[in-house]
């Protein structure tokens, strides 16, 4: 049940990185890259929140949770990144697939790491 929750958290967060990365793309013309990194720091925003409150049910103070959360979402980010690089820059990958391929590691990455470090629960 809570990977299903962690899904649906998972893709409003994965929408706004999204939506994110095509506007500033197609719109402004900044590269994939850059587009894609600052959808993934605003939408880690959301998805701290949302995992944090409904996820996970976490009884873990702010202060503790949301360090360890930027722990790993900044190792998500240099993941999100490097992925990005070498698809998009040294491999010549359309950004979009690109992107479907950087999310469908890090939310393996992400999940494992939350629910067992970041959201852990005392109350099991």
Excluded: C, P
């Excluded at 587009?35 to 959301?46: C, E, N, P, R, T």
């Excluded at 009884?59 to 698809?87: C, P, Q, R, W």
């Excluded at 469908?104 to 099991?124: C, E, G, Q, Y």
Aim: proline letters at 0%.
């Amino acid at each position: 049940m809570k990977f299903l929750l962690f899904l649906g958290v998972g893709g409003l967060a994965t929408a706004i990185q999204y939506g994110i990365l095509i506007l500033f793309v197609e719109l402004w013309s900044i590269t994939a890259i850059i587009a894609s990194s600052v959808g993934y720091v605003v939408s880690s925003i959301a998805n701290y929140l949302l995992n944090y409150a409904y996820t996970f049910k976490s009884d873990e103070k702010h202060t503790k949770a949301l360090s360890k959360f930027v722990a790993v979402a900044a190792t998500g980010l240099l993941l999100n990144a490097f992925i990005m690089y070498v698809l998009v820059t040294a491999l010549t990958v359309h950004y979009v697939v690109s992107q479907l391929t950087s999310t469908a590691v890090i939310l393996l990455w992400n999940f494992v790491l939350h629910k067992t470090w970041t959201f852990k629960s005392s109350r099991r």
